[in-house]
């Protein structure tokens, strides 16, 4: 009885010390993701809610932002939500200084505010051509050459895969055409081209030799490259005021090297979906869709990065559910619950289709995984077997604001998927201004 008895007591002690060992650490908790910068617009009222008794002051008695606190007494003291609700008044910066009781500072919050922006949500599927700036190389080969092994010349001037081209002899590489006559006069001088590369960001310098082709009857490199790359997605938004797009919300890589395409230059054009391929457990799906030559350029492409691409678009495309701007949403707002993208599953037509926001990473700074959504509209799931390649682009929008896009699908389970937030597209396109830690990307 003893021994059962003393068992009892460690245990109610053991329980009553994480109560209190929980209670302690709730602020702590609190702190961890109060954000170290944020962005508001300017006019539009935003709500943070916290699970601690701390209390936000803009420190430097800032006109730009007004900051009230409410406590919901629906709660129970171990768990009270205080609403801080942020009132920006006007463009510019200030800090917002988070205190612990309203008396112990544990925090200081960059506070950008910056003019209220709406956009037009998209959803039009779109054909892209893009040509890099230089001549990507994806593979090498081997030359057979007179009385000697077959030899890649490329390989042995050290170049790899992923490589740019970007110079030969001084001469800034136009396309896959001037690449041949550079080697063709290089093969009949006997002089080695000196090759300008770029790899990684840095530059490399260094020299290639042809030779000639016993069984073709030709100067060559050794290397199998690519000057343009082409393909289907979903426009995301198109904003009036600055007349840009964006789309994609992914980079575009080369499929050979899955290298990011550097830009030199590009297009995005009307696209038909003719027909989709659904997604399976392990294959996801694709909308086939056809562009032409004689189809309608919509924009330019100036700008490949990590969130899709970006360009200039002078109007607002044909068969947009929009015809004016909607208000968008930063990251900050963004909740678990309903949503809706916008999408083609025929033609060029853009309709609805319902999902559930089911995960939100919290997100101060730029980072491509910030929303998990699952799809939820029954006659999409029907006809799609959810999320397929081509949609990725797709506006999610929530309570009237446009949040993100649709990035990807997950491989086992093509109901669901990730999308990134709008905001971090907004900036890639010159429509907002980046904030201090944007530059900073992470992968999540």
């Known amino acids: 009885m003893k021994l059962n008895l003393g068992k009892k007591l460690i245990g109610l002690i053991v329980v009553l010390s ?44 800032s006109e730009v932002l007004q900051v009230k606190k409410e406590t919901s007494s629906k709660l129970s003291v171990s768990t009270r939500q205080h609403s ?7 463009e510019g910066t200030t800090k917002l200084t ?20 709406k956009v037009v949500p998209g ?19 081997l030359v057979h050459v007179t009385s000697k092994d077959p030899v890649s010349p490329g390989e ?17 590489i136009t396309g896959v055409n001037a690449v041949a006559d550079t080697v063709l006069e290089s093969g009949k001088t006997k002089k080695p081209i000196d090759i300008t590369l770029s790899r990684q960001g840095k530059v490399i310098k260094t020299k290639l030799t042809p030779v000639f082709d016993e069984e073709d009857q030709v100067w060559r490199l050794g290397l199998y490259i690519r000057d343009s790359a082409a393909g289907v997605g979903t426009l995301t938004f198109y904003a009036p005021d600055q007349g840009v797009y964006g789309a994609l919300g992914h980079v575009i890589t080369d499929m050979n090297t899955q290298t990011p395409i550097v830009v030199g230059s590009g297009e995005i054009v009307q696209s038909n979906v003719t027909s989709i391929a659904k997604s399976e457990s392990g294959d996801p799906g694709e909308k086939r869709a056809i562009f032409t030559k004689e189809s309608r350029i919509l924009g330019n492409i100036e700008r490949n990065t990590p969130f899709g691409i970006f360009g200039k678009m ?13 208000p968008v949403a930063f990251a900050h707002e963004v909740k678990e619950g309903p949503a809706e993208i916008l999408t083609v599953l025929e033609g060029q037509k853009v309709e609805r289709f319902t999902v559930d926001v089911v ?17 939820t509209d029954k006659r999409l799931i029907d006809k799609t077997g959810g999320i ?6 797709s506006p999610i929008i929530q309570n009237g604001k446009l949040i993100g896009a649709v990035t990807h699908v997950f491989v086992n389970d093509p109901k669901s998927g990730y999308g990134c937030f709008i905001e971090w597209m907004l900036e890639d396109a010159g429509v907002v201004i980046p904030n201090k830690q944007t530059m900073n990307l992470k992968a999540s």
């Open 359 to 375: 995960h939100v990473s919290p997100q101060d700074h730029a980072a491509t995984k910030g929303l998990v959504i699952r799809i």
């Open 123 to 141: 959803g039009q599927t779109i054909g892209v051509k893009v040509k890099s700036a230089g001549i990507l190389v994806v593979g090498h080969h």
């Open 156 to 172: 042995e001037a050290g170049i790899k895969l992923g490589d740019l081209l970007t110079h030969m002899n001084g001469k800034a």
């Open 84 to 90: 801080i609700h942020l009132n920006p008044q006007q």
């Open 388 to 393: 397929v390649q081509g949609m990725s682009g």
């Open 18 to 61: 994480i109560c209190l060992f929980g209670q302690t650490l709730l602020p702590v908790f609190s702190y961890a993701s109060l954000p170290d910068e944020l962005r508001l617009l300017a006019g539009r009222e935003t709500h943070l809610e916290v699970s601690a008794p701390v209390d936000a002051t803009v420190s430097d008695q």
């Open 98 to 117: 988070w205190k612990l009781f309203g008396k112990i500072p544990l925090k200081t919050t960059d506070v950008l505010v910056v003019p209220d922006l």
């Open 314 to 326: 002078p109007v607002n495309p044909e068969h947009s559910l929009y015809q004016k701007p909607i």
